[in-house]
């Protein structure tokens, strides 16, 4: 076999052992979940926004931009619930560029798994440590979980794992809630499918280890647009959208019937300043139509604090070297217009 084994990856607990999450912050995650939950059972109205950079690619200004974000979800506390994306895993297309933190703690230097586990666990306990936000990572690879599940208060499943049984699976085993999104094609019925595997117990192999779990009825959909067999993309936020995924729900009898939506990716035809008119259309929906309103939950939104992107070495201070993102002034000034609307 010509896979090479480079140096054993440290356990969940011995990475847990050196980086501990602290009394005060567990208290924090422990809230924070619950008012998220109570969001998706009905119990809350208030509306989420898992929200952030494409890339968490520098501590320093991830931590910077929080820090932005939290005297804004101050502002509009009384409608909006906030879950800062701090994404350190990325799936690339054709697995070439910049794969997140967890492989490139510095995106300039080569790959190192053990220091990007660190320096990932590091970076999730200082947001909530400095910031009071419990955040939402992207489930890469399912086994990697283990290193921040006590830390994270949400998790995306992207549009190519989605399929992908062993994702479905541990989903199957997360305490918090995990939205699935649509693959590329666009087959809604492969979203519900993997809702559906991730809502009930299975027996399966994770970690080296036979294991059991009792299914996580807070799996739900996230909508992202598709490409179609021409490469083209095409958004699926539109009422008609929203109606057919909401009759599909029901006839599948899903707990939780939950949409989110994602305002960038196919949806935007990856033009990312439109996020906000997005944004604003999925709202005019919502108060028009009592069945959206009750099942549209939030949106997720690629924002940063400056606006666009840039290739790695760059320099720009606060901005994506993946896909381009929202400036921290447009989304500021977005978010008071969705709070007064809602």
Do not use: W
Request: hydrophobic fraction near 35%; aromatic fraction near 8%; charge should be neutral.
């Amino acid at each position: 076999m010509s896979l090479k084994y480079v140096k054993r990856l440290l356990e969940p607990k011995e990475i847990a052992d050196m980086i501990p999450v602290s009394e005060e912050v567990k208290a924090v995650k422990k809230r924070r979940d619950r008012e998220i939950k109570n969001i998706f059972t009905g119990e809350s109205d208030k509306f989420l926004l898992i929200i952030g950079p494409c890339s968490a690619d520098n501590e320093t200004a991830v931590l910077d931009y929080m820090s932005r974000l939290a005297k804004v979800q101050e502002e509009v506390k009384d409608k909006i619930l906030m879950i800062p994306r701090i994404y350190t895993n990325k799936p690339r297309t054709t697995g070439e560029g910049y794969k997140g933190m967890v492989h490139q703690p510095d995106p300039e230097k080569g790959s190192d798994l053990v220091a990007g586990i660190k320096a990932i666990r590091s970076l999730h306990i200082k947001a909530a440590e400095e910031t009071g936000f419990t955040c939402a990572d992207e489930m890469l690879y399912p086994e990697n979980f283990a290193y921040l599940d006590d830390i994270l208060s949400y998790v995306a499943i992207g549009a190519r794992s989605v399929e992908n049984q062993q994702h479905r699976l541990t989903c199957s085993g997360l305490e918090i809630p995990v939205g699935m999104k649509n693959p590329t094609s666009g087959d809604i019925s492969v979203m519900l499918n993997a809702i559906r595997a991730a809502q009930i117990g299975h027996n399966f192999i994770f970690r080296g280890f036979e294991t059991k779990t009792q299914g996580n009825p807070f799996a739900h959909g996230i909508m992202r647009g598709f490409v179609d067999q021409y490469g083209r993309n095409f958004p699926n936020y539109h009422f008609e959208d929203l109606l057919h995924l909401i009759q599909r729900y029901n006839e599948r009898g899903l707990e939780h019937p939950s949409i989110i939506i994602d305002t960038n990716h196919s949806n935007s035809n990856k033009m990312y300043l439109e996020q906000p008119r997005i944004a604003h259309e999925i709202i005019r929906n919502m108060n028009y139509d009592s069945m959206i309103k009750k099942h549209v939950k939030g949106l997720m939104v690629e924002s940063y604090i400056e606006g666009g992107r840039q290739e790695i070495g760059n320099g720009t201070y606060g901005k994506s070297i993946t896909d381009p993102c929202l400036s921290f002034e447009d989304t500021h000034k977005m978010v008071i217009e969705l709070a007064e609307k809602l």
